[in-house]
């Protein structure tokens, strides 16, 4: 039975995401419905769940003891970045698939699945090592990923047939990439670390609605990982090699950079759990977004989020256990 209760939260999102596959199936939901869900959660319940739940569980200096919680998925992320570069010449992936191949190598979803994942898991208490984790990777992201991303553009129009003379590869560091960098879940964590240090009691009736709107973080994650899985059609998709080494890098390689670097900066083990947990989500679905903005191959990125998103409903669970049980 204990293997069971502490599974329990994992059970619950199975549960909706199989709610999500089958209200698709009968029509209720579709693709538009599954985008509208993804905006809502990450412009409007992400961010204030962010702040309602970290001023109820954290204190000025429980913030100040997170700062090996930046440092970890800094060290990490940027190791996989430049396996990445190693691995995409070595296993020769195609010039105009190498931004976006890299990109997804070192960026997971952690915010949209990542954040409610993680709190159905851990509990409310994980959320600001998962906020660090994704302040860390939206920074990288939005800077060396979107650069790769938009030198891919023209390799990829011309390959296409097709005029790319409108797509320009941009400054690593601009006032684009800082609009990017400060997405609204950024933006809610600031608040709630202001609020936080500034020691801000919100009225009850803020509280309060920031609380009812934040709950549904989780079921629309969920609902919407059901819908695509629906959507994605992935009987009629050939895994090739490069894919196949990035489901390796997102539910093996980065998982395994990320213990390596808990272990060599001794990261408390609810701190590295969480840390773990992140790192083996699917690929990032901003990277979709931006492969479409820099006229990238955004059909791959969008198969291999798709296709990693299927496989997390098996790799999840998996870490967990092993989490739980100290194997891992």
């Known amino acids: 039975m204990a293997i069971f209760e502490s599974l329990s939260g994992v059970f619950s999102c199975m549960l909706m995401i199989l709610l999500g596959y089958y209200l698709t199936q009968i029509k209720w939901f579709n693709k538009e419905i599954g985008q509208l869900f993804s905006k809502f959660a990450m412009t409007v319940t992400i961010p204030l769940y962010m702040i309602v739940s970290m001023m109820k569980s954290y204190k000025k200096e429980d913030l100040l003891q997170l ?7 800094l060290c990490s992320m940027f190791t996989l970045w ?9 296993f020769k992936v195609p010039d105009y698939r190498r931004g976006a191949f890299r990109a997804m190598f070192f960026v997971s979803n952690s915010a949209f699945i990542g954040f409610p994942v993680n709190i159905a898991l851990f509990g409310d208490k994980a959320l600001p090592i998962a906020v660090m984790y994704y302040l860390v990777q939206s920074l990288l992201f939005w800077t060396i990923g979107a650069y790769g991303l938009s030198i891919d553009g023209p390799k990829f129009a011309r390959l296409e047939g097709g005029d790319n003379a409108d797509v320009s590869v941009p400054k690593v560091l601009s006032l684009k990439t800082i609009k990017n960098i400060m997405s609204p879940p950024l933006i809610g964590a600031v608040v709630a670390i202001s609020l936080i240090l500034l020691s801000v009691k919100l009225p009850t009736f803020a509280t309060s609605t920031m609380t009812y709107l934040g709950s549904m973080t989780t079921p629309l994650a969920m609902l919407f990982i059901g819908i695509a899985i629906y959507i994605a059609n992935l009987r009629s998709v ?14 093996l390689i980065a998982p395994a950079v990320t213990v390596l670097a808990c272990y060599l900066f001794e990261v408390p083990s609810f701190m590295r759990n969480v840390l773990i947990i992140e790192s083996s989500m699917p690929v990032m679905t901003q990277v979709s977004i931006a492969a479409r903005a820099y006229k990238a191959d955004a059909n791959y990125v969008a198969v291999m989020t798709a296709l990693t998103t299927v496989l997390a409903l098996f790799t999840i669970p998996t870490y967990f256990i092993l989490l739980t049980f100290g194997i891992l």
């Not at 700062?67 to 998925?73: K, L, Y």
């Open 67 to 73: 700062g090996v919680a930046v440092i970890v998925p």
């Open 238 to 251: 050939r895994i090739t090699l490069d894919m196949g080494i990035l489901i390796a890098a997102r539910f």
């Open 82 to 90: 430049l396996i990445g570069i190693v691995v995409s010449k070595l």
